[in-house]
Each structure stands twice: as C-alpha cells, then as structure tokens.
C-alpha cells in the first residue's frame, strides 16, 4: 500500500499471525499479511508514527508524534490504552514479560503494565529520551539528549547507574560480552563497563 508521506519506522514482523506492523508519517498503523501484502487493518493517529512498534501477542505498543503512547490489540481493532504525554514520543518501546518501557521527549520514561493496561509508574530524567531503551542483565538502559546514560533495575524500577557523555544519546546502547557500546550523536563510540 503505497503511503503519502515517507517512513521512519521500520516494519516488525508478528510470527503468530503472519503480519507486519508498520508505523508511517501518515498518522496510521498499518497491519499487513506477510504472504500476499494485502493490508488487514489500518489505525488512524493523531501524529506521526516514526519509531517502529513492539509488539507482545496481539497488543503493539508505540509512541506518536501526538504525544500519546498506544496500547493497539491489533488482532481485535481495539486500543487498550492511551497514554498522554507532554511531548512527542520518538523511541521504540521495550518489553519485558508484561511490562512495557517507554522513553519520551517529556523527559520521562514511562512504565506501562500491559497486563492491567495501566500506567504504573514514570520517571522524570531532566532532558528528552530519544535512545529507545534495551535491556542489557536486569537493567533497563537508555539514554538522554543532555548525554546521561541511565540504568534502572527492570523490577524494582530504581536507578542504577548514570555515566555522564559529551554529547546527545539518541541511540539504542549494545552490550557484548562484558562491554557496552554507546553511539553518541557526535559520531563517537564509546565502550564501558559498568
């Protein structure tokens, strides 16, 4: 299906019902078979959809340009929940069993319980989170545009570790055998141990 404006955000693939799921610039989240590319539903938003979805079962879980987080089942048509921010959210959400971890520019990280479909806790870091956060152990990391990488325990949600960088963190942060690789927006890696 051709779209009006250009995507940012890549297509993900749901094994379970054979169908991609794409954000796009349109304001729309398409949902399309993966074996004929015949779009099966299609979710109208108040903004953009820039950063690709994550996806757990039926339900994707994404940020807009809106300054809304959705909670999409996607399989029923049915969104779960909306949660409103202050500002734009540009990052892709993590997923851990049924807790969903959302960066936005409102300088929060936002905690969502997909289970009871609730907002549970957020996390006020002082500057916009871009970097879409990863989970490296049992810590949740993810970085800041005032270059603060942060780790907070995925359970208890307390943070860990703040590392202070010389430039803007807008990426997600890799871990490899006992090294994290940080790619900051100055187009410098960084390799640490925590």
């Known amino acids: 299906m ?3 404006e250009k995507l940012h955000g890549s297509p993900v693939y749901s094994k379970k019902h054979d169908v991609l799921v794409v954000g796009t610039n349109d304001s729309t989240v398409l949902v399309v078979k993966a074996s004929t590319g015949k779009v099966e539903r299609l979710l109208k938003v108040g903004g953009p959809v820039k950063y690709h979805c994550a ?4 339900l994707a879980v994404f940020g807009s340009f809106d300054g809304k987080i959705y909670i999409w089942d996607f399989v029923r048509d049915e969104i779960k929940l909306e949660v409103q921010t202050e500002d734009i959210v540009y990052s892709r959400p993590l997923i851990c069993d049924d807790i969903a971890f959302v960066g936005c520019a409102d300088h929060t990280l936002r905690i ?13 870091v002082g500057e916009k989170i ?31 570790y703040r590392l202070q960088f010389p430039e803007r963190l807008t990426n997600t942060t890799l871990w490899h055998e006992g090294m994290l690789y940080i790619y900051a ?3 410098k890696m960084w390799a640490v141990t925590l």
């Open 185 to 187: 927006f100055d187009n």
């Open 2 to 4: 051709p779209t009006r």
């Open 130 to 160: 871009h970097s879409s956060p990863a989970l490296i152990g049992s810590n949740v990391v993810f970085g800041t545009s005032a270059g603060e990488l942060i780790a907070l325990d995925r359970f208890s949600f307390d943070i860990k």
């Open 112 to 124: 969502i319980d997909l289970g009871g479909f609730s907002e549970v806790h957020k996390i006020d």
């Open 55 to 58: 996806l757990a079962g039926d």
